[in-house]
């Protein structure tokens, strides 16, 4: 399980999850700036060089390889920006195609792709 902090980068957040979780098939989990990356197949696990490799591969594909530093620091990763002029401009020319995201319940690790579904899950931990 690899977590991606974009604490600092919500503005390529979302394009950047699509595209890793794309690239390495894994399931991500968004909380809100960070993201989490799970395999699918519980046997196996994301491999951080992958991610890694794999976020690079996206800066690079948005032109913005220049502009942000990848600190990567035991299973979390930080996407930190260096300049952030014109960014928003540039990546409103990017695009990519949607992908479900997947919400947890903070309370027992249910996982849904809607958001209305996990809202009404979270109710019977308040019976
Ligand atoms: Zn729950």
Redesign the pocket.
């Known amino acids: 399980m690899i977590t991606v902090d974009c604490t600092n980068a919500p503005v390529i957040k979302d394009q950047m999850l699509i595209h890793v979780a794309d690239k390495l098939g894994a399931l991500p989990i968004l909380k809100s700036e960070k993201f989490i990356l799970t395999n699918p197949d519980d046997s196996k696990s994301i491999n951080k060089s992958d991610v890694l490799h794999a976020i690079s591969d996206f800066l690079k594909s948005v032109n913005l390889q220049e502009d942000f530093q990848i600190i990567p620091k035991g299973d979390n990763i930080k996407i930190e920006p260096l300049d952030v002029k014109d960014m928003k401009e540039r990546l409103e020319n990017i695009t990519v195609k949607k992908k479900e995201l997947f919400f947890e319940?903070?309370?027992?690790?249910?996982i849904t792709q809607y958001e209305t579904e996990l809202k009404s899950?979270?109710l019977?931990?308040y019976i």
């Open positions: 319940c903070a309370h027992c690790g249910f899950h979270k019977i931990h």
